[in-house]
């Protein structure tokens, strides 16, 4: 799989756990959005990267959404409106709650939109290489984002299960 650049949105615990562990695997984090200073101050720093707003970045191929739940529908509907064209972009959010319908704005922009749940608790952030080998991730979007999930999941040495939407 060829590298990716990606930006994370969300630097809280999951988020940059599993960006440092992206990054790990050979992908570029190119920028950092979040509203929590220390967790964005942290993120930059680990990530040796930018802040961004949303539609800042036009060069990145995955936007990884780790934000909290109650937040995924201001923050998809902002970045939709910010960066127009999405298309030949994945979205992929890491909620075990949500299906990627609430990517719906990013998907009508030209998105490929998935989610991928590692099923695991992180209270605080981890860089440990081997955090995601044999922890199970539940995989679920549109045909591309789920074939993408799926490798970067592989690529982390976790196991793999795709999930219907409405599960």
Same mark, same amino acid.
């Not at 608790?121 to 290489?129: G, T």
């Given at each position: 799989m060829k590298s990716l650049k990606f930006v994370l949105a969300g630097p809280g615990a999951l988020g940059l756990s599993l960006s440092w562990a992206l990054r790990r695997a050979g992908h570029r984090c190119v920028g950092v959005q979040g509203r929590g200073t220390r967790a964005v101050a942290r993120a930059l720093s680990?990530?040796?990267?930018?802040?961004?707003?949303?539609g800042t970045?036009?060069?990145?191929?995955?936007?990884?959404?780790?934000?909290?739940d109650a937040a995924?529908?201001?923050?998809?509907?902002?970045? %939709? $409106?910010?960066s127009g064209d999405w298309r030949g972009r994945f979205v992929i959010h890491v909620s075990g709650a949500l299906s990627s319908e609430v990517l719906a704005p990013l998907r009508r922009g030209g998105a490929r939109c998935g989610s991928l749940h590692p099923l695991t608790?992180?209270?605080?952030?981890?860089?440990?290489?081997d955090l995601f080998r044999r922890?199970?991730?539940a995989v679920e979007g549109d045909g591309g984002a789920r074939t993408l999930g799926g490798r970067l999941a592989g690529q982390l040495g %976790? $196991?793999?299960v795709h999930v219907p939407a409405d599960s």
């Open positions: 680990r990530h040796k990267t930018v802040s961004l707003s949303p970045e036009k060069r990145f191929d995955l936007l990884l959404l780790a934000v909290p995924f529908s201001s923050v998809c509907q902002k970045s %939709a $409106r910010s608790s992180l209270p605080r952030p981890s860089f440990d290489a922890v199970t991730f %976790a $196991r793999v």
